[in-house]
């Protein structure tokens, strides 16, 4: 589908109206023509021009967005069951998904399809809340343990996994009841150990705004693992015989490809059955948060089924790769917490992929085309073949010869393969396989002068490498076709291929293309930016990769795309902080405060807590905070007049400061101005019998005269003020002019002088802080992970 008027458009839309499709969702999907062809089929298929139930519009949505590619031609039974309501649920709908994928084109039986489904079983209410019942009863003793700390997603688990049809809302319903009827309501000590986003997450279960609907609540409760991680049901590497795709060419022929027995078991020879995934970036800049979900699939599959997972380079482009890049993301990828089985190069395997381009040229599939990528475009545009499609082999094999040689200019020649220009699928156009570049190769140095593109290579490694199972993002979806073809034109074992969705997430730009302009022009400070979503910023930030993996694994793996809200990243980094993290004293704006009935010169060294928790006998969760009679607060801490909801420092106000004593103001010192605060006089309250509401951080002179310990701090935001800034033709007038601000002068308690490069710290009542790589023997660079709670704006902006 190329384009739609906007005749069509109106149409559609309507269309998409009646099967109960909301405004926006319906109008988004329009957007996407891929989208738009398959669900515009489905209706059709369903017989539902004239409308249908939301709910079964909701269904047939999902099958235009999810259906197994490779049994397309069972696709309309499955209409049949959802319009007739014998299959009424998403968890149904998946089942029939799981059991296509695995069926292919081949012909199964009704009844098992219906028994994998759950067609015809009804599970009552009363059946629920019987097994909600048993389920809390033999979990009972820990849910009174933990309270409210209970993994409520277990308990979803459990009952899912002995009613597998049963309505998940009511399931939520019932469990959120007993859990009440249980343990009542919270009390202080529940609340003081759950974060206020954790009660949050149990407290919201009323449905999103409509403007919200296309995000994620920032802390979900808990899936089971198979709607998280749904490669678990991939099959294994000897049931790699199974049709993978069938590809319909102009002419009405359709080529079913799968692997043959002989090629197969040859495959399972050489791996011995093992699972062997590859995580194949490009060496072309750093790696980003995206890239983490990709590793977590690659290496996360080979890991569950006791496997192996190659680190691959998909180095075919010189210009563009750097020794740079490949020693990050080697470095990153071990710092994110995986091991690669072993590290390969595509540039590894040239000689391999140039001898197969000559097999394929003599083969008659492949072909030199002397085209400009001017003339290129317009042909694929018009559907017409090459003047050159059909030179003699011979020709094609001294052409391809001389342009290994040398002996032909760049841009003067091409190698392509001879696929099918008037196909449906863009991606069979008779794609590129070898181009001309007189560019030493950073890995294979100056050997070659001609590359291969990725839609030749990428395949022909993975078959090489022996991978079983091929995981990539949606957009190469419409490659599948090619990389099929190609691996069976050149009689090559065919590995298992699964698209998911990639990772996108709120207020930032995750193209390559956008981040290395920002580089390179100098609106960041480097690839490492701390504002910047690439893994080498995040860290630079003080964010954990575990934190990373967490929030990956938390929002799950699947292939229907949504815009992921920043904050709910922040919800997993604030998780493992909150845990990690000691607590220290800063003050970011200093406000100096004189304690009048303190004498001059004297220094009480007072204990404060490195831990909320920590215990009176554990000294080491203790540090010392000298305490004077000059200290300094937050400017933000102190008011002229006071009111009702202020908890600070107002005149004739008393606050703690904390881990110390009650201060009253008694005096405030002005400017000639009248308006400036100069300092602010207090007497304080030995005996701590005042108990006021506010408490204070601050930090004192650490010796009469003084100054206490000088440190810079970097408060980072997001980098961009719109949800989705990369949809916006003018994407750098959004970027936020506050994304970074830099307080060159804040005040530290002196233990954090000793403080090293990567050291993280909750400031209290500020945030989370990593120690910055910027940082001097002379002075410590801190940089803000996160805040202590969302302050991030539900709209988006």
Known sequence: MVGVSKGDKSEILELFLKIGLDDRTAKNTIANNKVTANLTAVIHEAAVTDGCERRIGNLLYTVATKYPTNALVHRPTLLLYIVSSKIKTPAQLEAAFSFFASTGSENFEVDEFEEACGVGVEVSSEDIELTVNEVFEENKNTILELRYRTNVGDLFAHVRKRLPWADPKIVKQLIDARMYELLGERTAADIEKLSKKKEKKEKKEKPEKDEDKKFANDAPVQLPEEDLFPISNFPPPEENYKVHTEIPFSDGSVLICCNTKEVLDKHLEVTGGNVLTRFPPEPNGYLHIGHAKAMFVDFGLAKERGGYCYLRYDDTNPEAEKKEYIDHIEEIVQWMGWEPFKITYTSDYFQELYELAVELIRRGHAYVDHQTPEEIKEYREKKMNSPW???????????????????????????????????????????????????????AGDKWCIYPSYDYAHCIVDSIENITHSLCTLEFETRRASYFWLLHALGLYQPYVWEYSRLNVSNTVMSKRKLNFLVTNKYVDGWDDPCLMTLAGLRRRGVTSTSINA?????????????????????????????????????????????????????????????????????????????????????????????????????????????????????????????????????YDPSKKTKPKGVLHWVAEPSPGVNPLRVEVRLFEKLFNSENPAELDDWLSDLNPDSKVVIPEAYAEPSLHSAAVGDRFQFERLGYFAVDKDSTPEKLVFNRTVTLKDSFPKGGK
């Open 389 to 443: 499609r059909d030179r003699p082999i011979a020709e094609s094999l001294k052409l391809f010869e001389d342009m290994r040689n040398g002996r032909i200019e760049e841009g003067k020649a091409t190698l392509r393969m001879k696929q099918d220009m008037q196909n449906d699928n863009f991606n069979m156009y008779d794609l590129i396989a070898y181009r001309i570049k007189f560019t030493p190769h950073p890995h």
């Open 551 to 683: 929030f990956v694994q938390g929002i799950g793996i699947s292939r229907s795309d949504s815009l992921i809200r920043l904050d709910r990243l922040e919800y997993h980094i604030r998780e493992e902080l909150n845990k990690t993290a000691p607590r220290t004293m800063v003050v970011l704006n200093p406000l100096k405060v004189v304690i009048t009935n303190m004498e001059s010169g004297t220094i009480m060294h007072l204990d404060a807590k490195r831990w909320p928790d920590a215990q009176a006998d554990d000294a080491s969760a203790f540090y010392k905070v000298p305490f004077s009679n000059v200290v300094y607060i937050e400017h933000s801490d102190f008011r002229m007049k006071d009111s009702k909801d202020y908890y600070g420092l107002a005149p004739g106000k008393s606050v703690l400061l904390r881990y110390a004593f009650p201060i009253k103001c008694t005096e405030v010192i002005l400017s000639d101005d009248k308006e400036t605060i100069l300092h602010i006089r207090a007497e």
